[in-house]
């Protein structure tokens, strides 16, 4: 490619990338996605994942036990703002969250890696069904009474030495996938 033809990869101006304030956010249609964090320890996973929920206009985020809930300033290290703009609900224990969420008519889809999971590539979300994404703990993984309610268990490859990813890189891979599979 000579000089002259390279592209300009100038940065968008904030103007330019066509932001929406907190408000007009909120009024928008959410992606049929919810996300159910199971005991989570890392209050910058927590925020993390608020700011992919709100990249990808989550329809919302249940934080489940142990899992810290906004305000908080590890969780606003990380969320930027989003605590502000996702919806989230808090429920002292996992298992309360999956049933108001079969109660909404959510699928419930683990990502945790069992036997007869289906591999993130393989899944295919049902057209126009909400589905509910439930991460789990750090150490211990989604709890084997929230496994048992599933009706899905979604496996993220992975071919290094190493069998597990961050829970915040792991919602990011998920919540593109399943996005990019839906509907327009």
């Known amino acids: 490619m000579r000089a002259m ?7 968008l101006s904030m103007e330019e990338l066509n932001r929406s304030d ?4 909120k009024a928008t249609e ?17 925020g993390s994942v608020f700011r992919t929920a ?16 906004p305000p908080h300033r590890e969780i606003q290290k990380t969320a930027l703002g989003a605590t502000e703009t996702v919806h989230w609900e808090y429920f002292p224990d996992t298992h309360s969250a999956v ?7 959510c699928k419930i889809a683990v990502v945790e890696q069992v036997k007869h999971s289906i591999m993130l590539q393989d899944f295919v ?10 991460f ?11 496994l048992e309610m599933a009706d899905a268990a979604i496996e993220i490859p992975q071919f290094g030495t ?11 891979i998920v919540i593109w996938e399943l996005w990019r599979k839906l509907p327009a």
């Open 22 to 25: 907190a408000a007009s956010f």
């Open 99 to 105: 049933i108001a969420l079969k109660d909404k008519g």
């Open 5 to 11: 033809d390279k592209p300009d990869f100038a940065k």
């Open 30 to 46: 959410k992606t049929p996605i919810y996300l159910v964090l199971d005991n989570i320890r890392s209050l910058y996973n927590v």
């Open 162 to 172: 190493k069998h597990s990813l961050n829970i915040a890189v792991s919602a990011a």
């Open 54 to 69: 709100d990249a990808f206009r989550v329809a919302g985020i249940f934080l489940c036990g142990i899992t810290a809930t």
């Open 125 to 134: 979300p049902e057209a126009h069904q909400p589905i509910a994404l439930v």
């Open 136 to 146: 789990g703990n750090e150490v211990n993984g989604v709890d084997d009474k929230i």
